[in-house]
């Protein structure tokens, strides 16, 4: 069973920054595409930026564009969530997700394993 575990989160105001980071079990990292979703409360789940294997391709949200960046460090097995000029709107609880091996970064595929989430809340 693969492990997927969210850090990072946490209560900021409007306009800073904040990092994610998440690690995996199992297998190494650089093999799988990987992605970072949200959800707020009352709200569907939504992709928000997705990284292919190689870290040479990557897909985000248009909310984001430009404000968030994903990145990933295969040798230290960890994936990344830059988000700078943070909003009201972007409050919501973020997953980590592993998606398929050998793929490119799309957040339309199947992403199997999951982490728990971390907390973001930007205040205004």
């Known amino acids: 069973q693969v492990q997927v575990a969210e850090s990072g989160g946490g209560l900021v105001q409007a306009g800073e920054s904040l990092r994610l980071s998440c690690t995996t079990s199992?297998?190494?990292?650089?093999?799988?595409?990987m992605g970072w979703f949200r959800q707020a409360p009352g709200k569907e789940r939504e992709g928000v930026a997705c990284?292919?294997?190689?870290?040479?391709?990557?897909s985000y949200a248009d909310s984001v564009k430009g404000r968030f960046t994903v990145f990933r460090d295969n040798t230290k097995n960890t994936l990344y969530l830059q988000m700078n000029s943070l909003k009201p709107d972007d409050t919501a609880m973020y997953y980590c997700a592993r998606g398929p091996r050998i793929a490119r970064g799309s957040c339309d595929m199947t992403y199997i394993y999951w982490g728990q989430g971390t907390q973001v809340t930007v205040s205004s």
């Open positions: 990284i292919g294997y190689s870290g040479g391709s990557t």
């Open positions: 199992g297998p190494n990292l650089e093999n799988y595409a």
